[in-house]
Nanobody
Framework: QVQLVESGGGSVQAGGSLRLSCAASGYTYTTYSMCWFRQAPGKEREGVATISTGGSSILYADSVKGRFTISKDNDKNTLYLQMNSLKPEDTAMYYC????????????????WGQGTQVTVSS
């Protein structure tokens, strides 16, 4: 059974940093691309950053380029999202996802999802 468990969310002031983690189990970790999504109340789920199976290819949403960094540790089966220079508009529930065979920020391409971790950025 595939399981994705996010952690690391919290409340920070604008300009601060957070590091999210996503621990994966139940499948061959290097099989799929993985992605971080976020969803704010009343808004659609937005792909934030995705990384290929080997980690050599990465794609970011324009809204986070230069501020967020996605990475993975295949030995620990863990995906990370380092978030710097946080803004109030980054406030959302953040989810990790796996299961896409391609590098994409489209939610419909991902089969497995975690439960999410809340990030709140105050001005």
């Amino acid at each position: 059974q595939v399981q994705l468990v996010e952690s690391g969310g919290g409340s920070v002031q604008a300009g601060g940093s957070l590091r999210l983690s996503c621990a994966a189990s139940g499948y061959t970790y290097t099989t799929y691309s993985m992605c971080w999504f976020r969803q704010a109340p009343g808004k659609e789920r937005e792909g934030v950053a995705t990384i290929s199976t080997g980690g050599s290819s990465i794609l970011y949403a324009d809204s986070v380029k230069g501020r967020f960094t996605i990475s993975k540790d295949n030995d620990k089966n863990t995906l990370y999202l380092q978030m710097n220079s946080l803004k109030p508009e980054d406030t959302a529930m953040y989810y990790c996802a796996a299961g896409s065979g391609t590098l994409t920020l489209r939610a419909g391409s991902y089969r497995y999802w975690g439960q999410g971790t809340q990030v709140t950025v105050s001005s």
